[in-house]
């Protein structure tokens, strides 16, 4: 069993920044590739970041691209997403979660390929 737990979000203007980070409790997250999701109102969930298990490899969807940048400290068991020049379409619960295949796999963007979850963190932006 794998507990995630976010935090980090919050209100930020325009052009603001933000860290969040996903606490991972298990010995498996070494060994997962973790992904960051967002789910704005009335939307599907999305897929944003993804970082494979040692940190090598990184994928991002094309809306965040060169703003946020996904991160992981396995020793703390943990991944983080930094945004910067946020902007109100950012605005959504974010999610972390868990690649479901162990080993050595590619980074994914499909959100069937992640098992556990966070409960979210919202980050609002303001015009």
């Known amino acids: 069993q794998v507990r995630l737990v976010e935090s980090g979000g919050g209100l930020v203007q325009a052009g603001g920044s933000l860290r969040l980070s996903c606490a991972a409790s298990g010995r498996t997250f070494s060994t997962r590739n973790m992904g960051w999701f967002r789910q704005a109102p009335g939307k599907e969930r999305d897929f944003v970041a993804v970082i494979s298990r040692s940190g090598g490899s990184t994928l991002y969807a094309d809306s965040v691209k060169g703003r946020f940048t996904i991160s992981r400290d396995n020793a703390k068991n943990t991944v983080y997403l930094q945004l910067t020049s946020l902007k109100p379409e950012d605005t959504a619960v974010y999610y972390c979660?868990?690649?479901?295949?162990?080993?050595?796999?590619?980074?994914?963007?499909?959100?069937?390929?992640?098992?556990?979850w966070g409960q979210g963190t919202q980050v609002t932006v303001s015009s």
């Open positions: 979660a868990t690649d479901s295949r162990g080993g050595i796999v590619r980074v994914t963007a499909d959100i069937f390929r992640y098992d556990y």
